[in-house]
């Protein structure tokens, strides 16, 4: 990591306030949301007798809350307040730790069904199945033959809410997990989800048969009755998207502030639907039939689900399938990123050419460009191409 990097200040103060020094970091996590942009390095901190540690530090913009214990806050040049924490410390995740520490994940595991509790069986396996700091994490636990996942929120009651969201949407016929349960500290207990995910047989998939059941699942979905907001919209953040993007690729700055002008002008003269959406929709979250890739029998990750704009779910769909395709290619999967290219196209088809609401068609490509915004600062995608991207979507 380049010490020129802001951020290396912020991990280098971190590492004082252990009394250790930072050897070195590198980037392994970038992720954008309506809350910001999160970043985590794994670093390596030394200590004056020349013992070393790792160590996986985060660093989040436009932190909320007021101060908190392990929490580091400053201001950068521009003005934009930090956090900086060490994992599992998540500030926004207090359960974490207990289900990422064996003999506290089996206290949780065993309050869902003693039968985790047992003494006779295989010692408790812990993998991190997904981890997005500050929002939720996945611990998959495996026991013998048994196999359960750990969904660890925030605390304040989203628990009990995404538990009951599970239950109501297994009873309208929704292939999500069932539930084991849930503690108020903040984690649901999971069953394993048959099939596997999307983007993993993408190269096996008929495009438009896959679209077609997407399609079909998110009708269903937006048949459930919802008294909560989904997830903000990615396009509520499109000046700080831009303004970053911007401060990746100066030399993009102009055609930034013109996608910039042109989502906002799109959304602003436009008026959403408001149905029930998945809210964080993406080829991870679908699970298809192994033998036909095609066919959706399941669908993960539904707490950012509720009252929304189906053009969101499109738009986030859409663009990552594009970063699907960018990183195969850099990986040199070609077969997959050529498919994930077909699908990415036969879906703008679908929303530009097919549907009958033009105003809801503009969402889609305004919502799909400030993504792609994201994926830039993320590292899926790289920022020219990026622009390229949203530029053609907004001439169309």
């Not at 292939?175 to 999971?190: D, N, Y």
């Amino acid at each position: 990591m380049p010490t020129a990097d802001p951020e290396y200040e912020l991990l280098h103060a971190v590492a004082e306030l252990s009394r250790l020094h930072l050897l070195d970091a590198v980037r392994v996590h970038g992720e954008a949301g309506p809350d910001g942009f999160v970043t985590g390095y794994r670093v390596r901190l030394g200590d004056e007798t020349g013992q070393q540690i790792e160590r996986h530090v985060y660093v989040t913009t436009s932190p909320r809350g007021g101060e908190r214990q392990g929490v580091l806050r400053l201001r950068d040049e521009s003005g934009d307040e930090r956090a900086v924490w060490v994992y599992p410390n998540d500030p926004r995740l207090p359960a974490l730790v207990e289900a990422v520490v064996p003999p506290r994940a089996r206290q949780l595991l065993a309050g869902f069904d003693p039968a985790w509790a047992d003494d006779d069986v295989d010692p408790l396996d812990l993998t991190i199945a997904a981890y997005r700091p500050g929002k939720r994490a996945v611990v998959r636990a495996v026991r013998g033959s048994r196999r359960a996942y750990l969904k660890v929120v925030r605390p304040g009651g989203r628990a009990e809410r995404i538990h009951d969201r599970h239950r109501a949407w297994l009873a309208a016929g929704i292939p999500v997990p069932p539930v084991l349960g849930f503690v108020e500290r903040g984690v649901i207990g999971l069953a394993e989800q048959p099939g596997l995910p999307a983007v993993e047989v993408l190269d096996r998939a008929d495009p438009a048969s896959l679209l077609g059941d997407v399609d079909a699942l998110r009708r269903r979905i937006g048949s459930v009755p919802s008294e909560v907001e989904a997830r903000a919209s990615l396009s509520t953040r499109v000046d700080w998207y831009a303004r970053r993007a911007a401060e990746l690729a100066p030399e993009l700055d102009r055609r930034i502030r013109g996608i910039r002008r042109s989502v906002s002008a799109r959304l602003g003269a436009s008026t959403p639907d408001r149905v029930t959406i998945h809210g964080d929709l993406h080829l991870g979250q679908l699970f298809v039939d192994p033998a036909a890739p095609e066919r959706v029998v399941g669908l993960i990750d539904i707490d950012t689900a509720g009252l929304g704009d189906p053009a969101d779910d499109e738009a986030a769909l859409w663009a990552h399938l594009v970063a699907t395709a960018a990183h195969a290619r850099a990986s040199g999967a070609a077969a997959t990123a050529a498919r994930a290219d077909l699908v990415a196209d036969a879906a703008q088809a679908r929303w530009a050419g097919e549907h009958d609401d033009a105003d809801r068609a503009r969402r889609i490509g305004a919502i799909a460009a400030t993504h792609l915004l994201g994926h830039a600062l993320t590292g899926s995608v790289a920022p020219h191409d990026a622009v390229e991207g949203a530029e053609l979507l907004l001439a169309r």
